[in-house]
């Protein structure tokens, strides 16, 4: 899958180690998204909140927060997700907490395996299923906690043979199988452990849970400022003897080992991904601190519409 057909689902989920950028890859789509003109909303699923920030001083939390024109953001969480699901259900208040504030029906639903992740990939769904958005983009949690998280439906299945649950479960893992709806982009650094763990975690999305593989995307890549021949030539002939001067070879060196050891890092990932097209995004300098900071990566996710 290339970038272009990714747009055409509408419903993403992004993982990656954590620390390879993951949440950074996210938003860049999502402005991506947005500027073509997609109603486009980012589903954050940690309790310290990290998307708004960047747009606004608030939090998104429950409800839909704008960010800008076609970009929206939320946070939601299981007793969030618990109240929208119940309240569906019984339509009255006062019921749902009567429900929820029984220590019998909550020392039940402490019990089954995976709900709270249950109630935010249904209300992910619910997202999809009512098509107020044209592109929904889950920042999910990293690797492993991300294979869990996308593995819950079946264990809830296996775990509640019959009733509403399993109904909704099963409602659930179709949801996110649908190869139509649904695809999963992973990203990584070109670095070894990351490389590493994301083919091993795209292994297991494709073959065990029969989710759709998305383009994959490498983070912070550096590009040699150096050919071959002019790093051989550094590394015999002293660029000069002044010592404010010695600096530069040597990180031009070091910029050219980086970029080396990159690229067979990206050849040994192209070997796991089939035919998804890799999109490297290359290092910028400086922190991202505001949405504006995003610009220069959306502008570079553009050169691989039309590829």
């Given at each position: 899958m290339?970038?272009?057909?990714l747009m055409l689902?509408?419903l ?7 620390g ?5 890859v996210?938003i860049s ?6 500027q ?6 980012l589903?954050?699923?940690t309790?310290?909140?990290r998307?708004a ?5 608030k939090?998104?939390?429950y ?10 953001v ?10 929208e699901y119940?309240?569906k259900?019984?339509?009255?208040k ?7 504030n029984?220590?019998?029906v909550?020392?039940f ?5 995976g709900l709270?992740?249950?109630?935010m990939?249904?209300?992910i769904?619910?997202?999809e299923w009512q098509k107020?958005y ?11 906690h991300?294979v869990?998280?996308?593995e819950v ?5 296996n ?5 509403p649950?399993r109904?909704k479960?099963?409602?659930i ?7 139509e709806?649904?695809a999963f982009?992973?990203v990584?650094?070109a670095?070894?452990?990351p ?15 029969k989710?759709?593989l998305?383009?994959?995307?490498v983070n912070n890549t550096?590009?040699?400022?150096l050919?071959?021949a002019e790093?051989v030539?550094l590394k015999?002939e002293?660029f000069?003897e002044?010592?404010h001067l010695?600096a530069?070879p040597?990180?031009a060196l070091?910029?050219?080992e980086r970029a080396?050891?990159n690229e067979?890092y990206?050849?040994e990932?192209k070997?796991?991904?089939g035919?998804?097209?890799l999109?490297?995004?290359p290092h910028k300098p400086?922190l991202?601190?505001?949405?504006k900071?995003f ?5 570079d996710?553009?050169?691989?519409l039309?590829?």
């Amino acid at each position: 899958m290339n970038l272009e057909e990714l747009m055409l689902r509408r419903l993403v989920f992004v993982s990656g180690k954590g620390g390879v950028g993951k949440t950074t890859v996210a938003i860049s789509l999502g402005l991506l998204a947005a500027q073509l003109g997609k109603k486009t909303i980012l589903v954050e699923l940690t309790s310290s909140e990290r998307i708004a920030p960047f747009f606004f001083d608030k939090m998104a939390g429950y409800k839909e927060l704008e960010l800008q024109n076609n970009l929206f953001v939320i946070n939601p969480n299981p007793h969030d997700c618990l109240k929208e699901y119940v309240m569906k259900q019984v339509y009255f208040k006062g019921i749902y907490e009567l429900f929820v504030n029984n220590r019998y029906v909550t020392s039940f639903l402490n019990a089954i395996p995976g709900l709270n992740e249950l109630l935010m990939l249904g209300k992910i769904m619910d997202l999809e299923w009512q098509k107020k958005y044209d592109f929904i983009i889950v920042d999910a949690p990293a690797t492993g906690h991300g294979v869990s998280f996308l593995e819950v439906p079946d264990v809830v299945m296996n775990a509640v043979k019959v009733g509403p649950l399993r109904k909704k479960a099963f409602e659930i893992s179709e949801g996110i199988k649908n190869q139509e709806v649904t695809a999963f982009c992973g990203v990584t650094l070109a670095e070894e452990m990351p490389v590493v763990e994301l083919s091993e975690l795209m292994e297991k999305i494709k073959k065990d849970l029969k989710i759709n593989l998305g383009p994959v995307f490498v983070n912070n890549t550096v590009s040699s400022p150096l050919s071959l021949a002019e790093a051989v030539k550094l590394k015999e002939e002293p660029f000069s003897e002044d010592e404010h001067l010695k600096a530069y070879p040597a990180l031009a060196l070091m910029m050219y080992e980086r970029a080396k050891l990159n690229e067979e890092y990206i050849v040994e990932l192209k070997k796991n991904i089939g035919k998804n097209t890799l999109i490297k995004l290359p290092h910028k300098p400086g922190l991202i601190r505001k949405g504006k900071d995003f610009f220069p990566l959306v502008d570079d996710l553009k050169e691989y519409l039309h590829a």
